[in-house]
């Protein structure tokens, strides 16, 4: 468990040093709003700025990378090659980009300066790689479930048979370890001169349960199979 605890102890780290970078940036909201800079037509959609770099972004690499780990998910999973069986249930199916997305956007307003500069492309850029990293912490929970599972068969097959949705969300939440983790942020965030409650607050709202969220969809459907 180690070494899983030291990668997503990195990305909380990359998380932050980035989120302090962008504080430094006005909102620059219309890079969200589609009818803004001229908005972005992708087949037969507009969409905005940000969409649109994402879009490129990840167009380019579709098409010289076919395999992506199960924690590095697309914003745009149409691009992706199907090669999955669909007599298989894919365990991890689940994408929750869209709504991290939409939550980041919403942090961004405590985040930055309200308006609008002439540095809205680096804004743009920085939230970008923010929104990859904060996807991929997230996500990562498939490979935290799975360790877990594989670890402590017995416990888990107990608990999904049990039907209990509350006492599973419960070891899935490891809420005794919650606050130590939480704290732990605190360091990071006075590092990079930041507000730790604003980040402590994102991590405990949304990081977190979006995590457990990616390890429950896995059990559910491992528990259909």
Known sequence: MEKYDLF???????IIKLLSLRQ?????????????????????????????????????????KDNFKKYEKLFNN??????????????????LNRIIKQCYITLLY???????????????????KI????????????????????????LYSKLL?????????????ESIKEPTYLEKLINVCNHYSINHILVQSFYKFYVLPFTNEIQYSFLNKLKSI
């Open 8 to 14: 997503i102890d990195s990305l909380d780290s990359e």
């Open 24 to 64: 430094k940036y006005k909102l620059n909201s219309k890079n969200f709003k589609v009818f803004e800079l001229g908005g972005y037509n992708k087949e037969d959609i507009l969409i905005s700025n940000i969409d649109n770099n994402i879009y490129i972004n990840e167009l380019k690499e579709t098409d010289y």
């Open 78 to 95: 149409n691009l992706i090659k199907k090669k999955d069986n669909p007599n298989i249930t894919n365990l991890e199916e689940l994408n």
């Open 110 to 128: 405590d985040l930055c300066e309200f308006g609008d500069d002439k540095y809205y492309e680096i804004a743009c850029d920085l939230d970008i």
């Open 131 to 154: 929104l990859y990293h904060l996807s991929k912490r997230i996500h990562f929970g498939y490979e935290l479930i799975k360790f877990k599972y594989l670890n402590n068969k017995e």
């Open 161 to 173: 048979s049990s039907n209990n949705t509350s006492l599973l969300i419960y070891y899935l939440s």
